[in-house]
């Protein structure tokens, strides 16, 4: 039998990490830095990390496009980071659209906030406007094969 690996870029260190699947639901840390790879928590992405977590994740990963004027992004951050921490197997992130504009360019967000789900470097789905937690975790779902 052969073995399946996902790659998973570390959050912390921005390593990236090749993980037995079998592996995934067993809190797997960085080979690295030794935190774990998987926070059950959104992490901050910039302008360096965003196109490596997107392209080298092949582990479904949701990145939500935010600007701090953006009045409904602010309401659904508590929302998005509830949403992380029950699916903890699923990558959550953000990108601060008017802190890094070049981040989001590649994306051709119109509006926010926009919530797009990547795996292995392919878009698969994107929403746009503000969700209530549930919402956010029955489309994440629906996504998960
Ligand atoms: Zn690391």
């Given amino acids: ?3 399946q690996y996902s790659h998973l870029v570390c959050p912390h260190c921005q390593a990236t990490n090749r993980v037995p699947a079998a592996k995934l639901n067993d809190a797997p840390n960085c080979g690295k830095c ?10 901050e992405l ?10 080298k994740n092949d582990v ?5 496009f935010w600007a701090s004027w953006c009045q ?19 990558v959550f992130a953000k990108v601060q659209t008017d802190k890094y504009e070049q ?5 051709n967000i ?15 789905a994107r929403q746009s406007g503000a969700l209530p937690n549930q919402q956010i975790v029955q489309w994440v779902q629906s996504l998960q094969t």
Avoid: W
């Fill in 1 to 3: 039998m052969t073995e």
């Fill in 34 to 43: 030794s935190q774990p790879l998987l926070t059950a928590s959104p992490h």
């Fill in 46 to 55: 910039n302008s360096q990390t965003v196109s490596k977590v997107i392209q």
């Fill in 60 to 64: 479904l990963t949701i990145v939500d």
């Fill in 72 to 90: 409904p992004c602010i309401m659904m951050a508590p929302q998005f980071k509830a949403a992380a921490s029950q699916l903890p197997q699923v």
């Fill in 103 to 107: 981040a989001a360019a590649p994306y």
């Fill in 110 to 124: 119109r509006s926010l906030p926009t919530m797009v789900a990547f795996r292995g470097g392919k878009e698969i």
